[in-house]
């Protein structure tokens, strides 16, 4: 079984930055595409950004694109994501995911349904 833990999210001004981390807690997922996705109260689950198992390839949401980047660490068991120029939309509990289905995220990577485990989530508020 692989256990993701989100960590990094807190309260932050429109405009400012956070940083939020997602730890496996087995080497195996070095191996696993990951996705990032945020659900706000009354909203779907909304697709941010995935990467690619080796870091080749990253695809973002329409509405972080410019101001997110995703990133991962190996050898820590780690990705990341970088949110600069925050706005109040981007309020949300962000939670991380993992899929060895390659064919699958290949076909579609934005899908819920394509990822196999998830982290509990980590709050991000933007507020003035």
């Known amino acids: 079984q692989v256990q993701l833990v989100e960590s990094g999210g807190g309260v932050v001004r429109p405009g400012g930055s956070l940083r939020l981390s997602c730890t496996a807690s087995?080497?195996?997922?070095?191996?696993?595409?990951m996705g990032w996705f945020r659900q706000a109260p009354g909203n779907e689950r909304e697709f941010v950004a995935s990467?690619?198992?080796?870091?080749?390839?990253?695809w973002y949401g329409d509405s972080v694109k410019g101001r997110f980047t995703a990133s991962r660490d190996n050898a820590k068991n780690t990705v990341y994501l970088q949110m600069n120029n925050l706005k109040p939309e981007d309020t949300a509990v962000y939670s991380c995911?993992?899929?060895?289905?390659?064919?699958?995220?290949?076909?579609?990577?934005?899908?819920?349904?394509?990822?196999?485990?998830w982290g509990q989530g980590t709050q991000v508020t933007v507020s003035s």
């Open positions: 995911a993992a899929t060895g289905r390659r064919s699958a995220w290949y076909s579609d990577r934005t899908s819920t349904s394509v990822y196999d485990y």
């Open positions: 990467i690619h198992w080796d870091g080749s390839n990253i």
């Open positions: 087995t080497p195996s997922i070095r191996t696993y595409a």
